[in-house]
């Protein structure tokens, strides 16, 4: 299980401070597919080509965690990159089906305002020395709700049974994904509560080195 010092700003718990490992490659060629996705979306409204994009996407997802657990290449970059393009890509997809009226915009502000929850934690964080906390259960199952939702709700959007069969299972992992999500932030917010009362601040202190 991931404690508290997973998310220390020094690099210890991390295998690697390398940069290009395959893991991370993998990952930044996930964050480069988030344009694709949203063109896809809403320029020729190629949904199936777009649902493709997503199902690459989580299928990388999966991969570079598992690359970077077996080859120990575990590293600071890769913890931050790898929940920020699942982010993305959960942005992108909200943003080009509400553009589309597929689904309403209030949807679009509930989970957007889950993230500027969790981001005004970050400075409150580094005050006792962590940039992040690690993620939890609750989170992954989340997130996970969510990027099968808006693939189906996306294919729900076209006519017929199989339309209708998308827009139902879509719409039932938007909700539990949505609610999964708010949970999720709510108890990052009370593990923050709790850091933030049995950890002490830390000191930096600036050093000037003197010339010889």
Do not use: C
Not at 3 to 32: I, M
Not at 49 to 65: E, I, K, N, P
Not at 116 to 138: D, E, M, N
Request: no cysteine; net charge positive.
């Amino acid at each position: 299980m991931a404690t508290a010092e997973d998310g220390r700003t020094n690099p210890s718990g991390y295998d690697t401070d390398r940069v290009w490992t395959l893991p991370n490659v993998l990952s930044l060629v996930r964050l480069a597919g988030v344009p694709v996705l949203l063109w896809l979306i809403l320029g020729p409204e190629a949904d199936l080509v777009a649902v493709a994009v997503l199902m690459v996407a989580g299928f990388t997802d999966w991969l570079d965690g598992y690359l970077a657990r077996t080859w120990h290449q575990r590293s600071r970059l890769g913890q931050m990159l790898d929940p920020v393009a699942d982010r993305f890509y959960i942005l992108a997809t909200l943003l080009g089906l509400a553009i589309r009226d597929i689904i309403p915009w209030e949807l679009v502000v509930i989970l957007v305002a889950r993230d500027v929850v969790i981001a005004l934690l970050v400075p409150l964080l580094k005050t006792r020395g962590y940039s992040s906390l690690p993620v939890h259960f609750l989170g992954k199952a989340a997130t996970f709700n969510l990027l099968y939702a808006f693939p189906l709700v996306l294919l729900g959007a076209s006519e017929g049974t199989f339309g209708l069969i998308a827009r139902v299972f879509g719409w039932a992992f938007a909700l539990w994904g949505t609610a999964l999500y708010w949970w999720a932030g709510g108890l990052y917010v009370i593990q923050t509560v709790s850091l933030l009362r049995t950890t002490p601040p830390i000191h930096r202190t600036t050093t000037t080195a003197r010339s010889r």
